[in-house]
Each structure stands twice: as structure tokens, then as C-alpha cells.
């Protein structure tokens, strides 16, 4: 029935159709004491295109890149010639967003995935038109995960006394590239203490921290930890571990022991004087007047 204002709204869906098909609808209206009126309207039924979207790789880094491909197709046959729009639902970047399919109804693009800090996934969305044809539209997905850092961790010396220090070099990479800017953290699972406990990575990748081991009356292994953090990228960790030896204390309160080879040199000489001495005095050794 017609609303106050005479219409009457319905919805029609389009038969399918595998040509441009015209589809004449006729409308009657009918009321007591009215003459029936009709009215016809023609509908241009297009046959619609199938678009299949390929990405590859569909699993990418940050800022990485993809191959997009749109083929577009009607009754299995390629369609040449046709306009293809292609958009991100989750950002990134093409390397155009719009195309023409080839003889072989093919049309590519490249694909730069956003930055995030988050594993995302993106759903990349091609639409075909065409005259004569229905316009139509296909969807890939593309997953974007965050690359992890690289951390390599170098000690000089491995081995220090009590009390002593080591230099301890953080390099980082990705991809076996060096990043610079990246800040890392390191740690120590046994005490000791570090010239800073933060720093960031020059051009090369690398950071430098010196590390003061703690006093210890036995042998200790002490791991060494760093972590590396930076937008965009999952964080690096890795290990080394030094080994501790205690320092050597004096019993006696001085700065410092000789070494056991310069303390033979000289307690030697002395002992076999002594001796020398003793045998003389019992007459086992005679030394003849001059």
C-alpha cells in the first residue's frame, strides 16, 4: 500500500546473468473508484566479473614488502582492459592504486606494510570495473609481525678476578644489519655493577658497557643478560657468562703477593746459604786457610 505521500517502496534483486540483460519492471496501482494506472522502468543487469587477489608473501615485517595481484576473469576467460582500484583496510602503502589488467587479465602492485607494534593482519581489498560488465571486487589477507631484534654480546676479558672489570660489547642487528638508535639494557644475575645500565647502539650496532665484578672468596659464573628495545620491532635478548676468580688477599696486610716464581729466586739463594752455614760450623764442609 502507498504511504501518506503516495509511494510505495520494494526492493528487487537482479536475476544472474552471464550477458548484459535489460529487465523491464511494470509497476500497476489499483483503488476502488480509480481506473488502474502502470507504469514500466527498464533495468540494465550487468554480468559481474570475478576478481581473485593473490598476496605474496602474506606473512611480512614491518615496512616489508608484498606482491598484490589482482586477476580478473569472466566466465573463466581473462579479462584485458580493465580498471583495478586496490586498498588497505590497516594502512600501508602501494606502489600505485590503480591498474590495468594485461592480455592475461593480470595487474600487479607492491604492497609496503605499516609500522606496528602489534602482530596485524590487513585485508587488502581489488576492485574491478569495466564497461559492460558488473563491477566487482576480491580480498587477500596480508600478516604483518613484528621482526625480532638481533643481540650478539662480547665480554673482554671472560675471566677477571674479584673486584676487577670486563668490557662488555652489545651489538644489534636485524636481518644481519646493524640498527642504530636501539636502546638496551643489561644485567647481571650475581651482583656486580655496570659503568650505566642503559645505553643505545651507534651506527655499527653497537653498545659499550664496562662491567666491575663483585668481591667473591670462591668461584663464581656470573651470567650477563642484555635486552634490546625499538619501535616497530619485537625486543632481542642474549647471555654470556663470565667467570669470577677470588683475588689473592695477603695474610700479612700488604698491598699486594709476589709471584711464586720471584719468591723461589729469592728464598732459594737464602736456603742454600743457610745450609752452607750449618755445614761449616759442624765441620761437614772444611774451608782451608788461606
Given at each position: 500500500m502507498t504511504n501518506s505521500t503516495g509511494y510505495f517502496t520494494t526492493t528487487f534483486v537482479a536475476p544472474n546473468v552471464t550477458q548484459t540483460a535489460n529487465v523491464r519492471i511494470t509497476t500497476t496501482a489499483s483503488k476502488s473508484?480509480?481506473?488502474?494506472?502502470?507504469?514500466?522502468?527498464?533495468l540494465v543487469v550487468l554480468?559481474?566479473?570475478?576478481?581473485e587477489v593473490t598476496a605474496y608473501p602474506s606473512l611480512i615485517e614491518p615496512e616489508a614488502t608484498s606482491q598484490v595481484t589482482a586477476h580478473v576473469t569472466y566466465g573463466g576467460l581473462p579479462v584485458a582492459y580493465t580498471e583495478v582500484t586496490v586498498w588497505s583496510d590497516s594502512g600501508g602503502n602501494f606502489s600505485a592504486e590503480t591498474g590495468t589488467t594485461n592480455s592475461n587479465g593480470n595487474v600487479a602492485f607492491t604492497f609496503t606494510a605499516p609500522q606496528t607494534t602489534d602482530q596485524?593482519?590487513?585485508?587488502?581489498?581489488?576492485?574491478a570495473t569495466k564497461a559492460g560488465y558488473a563491477t566487482s571486487e576480491g580480498q587477500a589477507e596480508i600478516t604483518v609481525r613484528l621482526g625480532t631484534l638481533g643481540v650478539q654480546i662480547t665480554a673482554n676479558p671472560t675471566a677477571i678476578e674479584s673486584r676487577a672489570s670486563s668490557t662488555i660489547v652489545v651489538q644489534v642487528t636485524y636481518d644481519a644489519n646493524p640498527i642504530a638508535n636501539v636502546g638496551v639494557t643489561v644485567w647481571s644475575d650475581s651482583g656486580g655493577n655496570f659503568s650505566a645500565e642503559t645505553g643505545t647502539t651507534n651506527s655499527n650496532g653497537n653498545v659499550a658497557f664496562t662491567f666491575t665484578a663483585p668481591q667473591?672468596?670462591?668461584q663464581l659464573n656470573i651470567t650477563i643478560g642484555a635486552t634490546a628495545s625499538k619501535s616497530w620491532y619485537a625486543d632481542g635478548h642474549s647471555q654470556i657468562e663470565l667467570v669470577i676468580f677470588p683475588e689473592y688477599?695477603?695474610?700479612?696486610?700488604g698491598a699486594g703477593a709476589l709471584p711464586i716464581t720471584t719468591i723461589l729466586l729469592i728464598a732459594v739463594p737464602i736456603i742454600v746459604v743457610a745450609i752452607?752455614?750449618?755445614?761449616?760450623?759442624?765441620?761437614i764442609i772444611y774451608i782451608a786457610p788461606e
Open positions: 473508484s480509480y481506473a488502474d494506472g502502470s507504469d514500466d522502468e527498464y554480468p559481474p566479473l570475478l576478481v596485524i593482519n590487513i585485508t587488502i581489498t581489488a576492485t667473591t672468596t670462591s688477599i695477603p695474610t700479612d696486610g752452607l752455614a750449618v755445614m761449616i760450623k759442624l765441620r
